[in-house]
T-cell receptor, first 114, second 115 residues
Framework: AQSVTQLDSHVSVSEGTPVLLRCNYS??????LFWYVQHPNKGLQLLLK??????LVKGINGFEAEFKKSETSFHLTKPSAHMSDAAEYFC????????????FGAGTRLFVKA | NAGVTQTPKFQVLKTGQSMTLQCAQD?????MSWYRQDPGMGLRLIHY???????DQGEVPNGYNVSRSTTEDFPLRLLSAAPSQTSVYFC??????????????FGEGSWLTVV
């Protein structure tokens, strides 16, 4: 069965320090992996996606993620947190091709302290 | 680009009332879907459509109906609202590009309270 696990429900960092949001997945197929960000009272915005090309993916706002097949992980990182990064982040797996199945992680709330 | 547009943004319903959440996309996407978001549960799929005239159930379909008469529109109907349907609802759409990840585009959300 396919699943997505975000290992931390909350992460708190100080402004200017690195961010690490962890995501592990389980899939019988070759997955596509995404990170979305949701600011309060807003919809979900795509940060970045992995679709079997380069394993290190760069996204918007300085975020990047590395696909590690051996560890079935797709952790999201940013070298230096900004106050505007405070939001909820979702790791998402989709099975494309002829089907349409999307699995969302439960989300990680990122707090950024001044 | 309007992207995915949902209305209304906020709605309060009484138990037993019915209503329709509207969703429209202008990207000519084949796939459209409705999710509900509840605290600590991420997003759960209610219904989805792979093209005009085709719909199917997701993870939590009970109490909801959908139809897809055009590529652009995918309304979600609450048949008889219950307090358990208090949630934030998101409409989404995506391409159907085989062999690559289907990026999902989300609407801004509809906050629904059933009293």
């Amino acid at each position: 069965a396919q699943s997505v696990t975000q290992l931390d429900s909350h992460v708190s960092v100080s402004e200017g320090t690195p961010v690490l949001l962890r995501c592990n997945y389980s899939s019988s197929y070759s997955p596509s992996l995404f990170w979305y960000v949701q600011h309060p009272n807003k919809g979900l915005q795509l940060l970045l996606k992995y679709t079997s090309a380069a394993t290190l993916v760069k996204g918007i706002n300085g975020f990047e993620a590395e696909f590690k097949k051996s560890e079935t992980s797709f952790h999201l990182t940013k070298p230096s947190a900004h106050m505007s990064d405070a939001a909820e982040y979702f790791c998402v797996v989709t099975l494309g091709g002829g089907g349409f199945k999307t699995i969302f992680g439960a989300g990680t709330r990122l707090f950024v302290k001044a | 680009n309007a992207g995915v547009t949902q209305t209304p943004k906020f709605q309060v319903l009484k138990t037993g009332q019915s209503m329709t959440l509207q969703c429209a996309q202008d990207m000519n996407h084949e796939y459209m879907s409705w999710y509900r978001q509840d605290p600590g549960m991420g997003l759960r799929l209610i219904h989805y459509s792979v093209g005009a005239g085709i719909t199917d159930q997701g993870e939590v379909p009970n109490g909801y109906n959908v139809s897809r008469s055009t590529t652009e529109d995918f309304p979600l109907r609450l048949l008889s609202a219950a307090p358990s349907q208090t949630s934030v609802y998101f409409c989404a759409s995506s391409y159907s590009t085989a062999g690559s990840g289907n990026t999902i585009y989300f609407g801004e959300g509809s906050w629904l309270t059933v009293v």
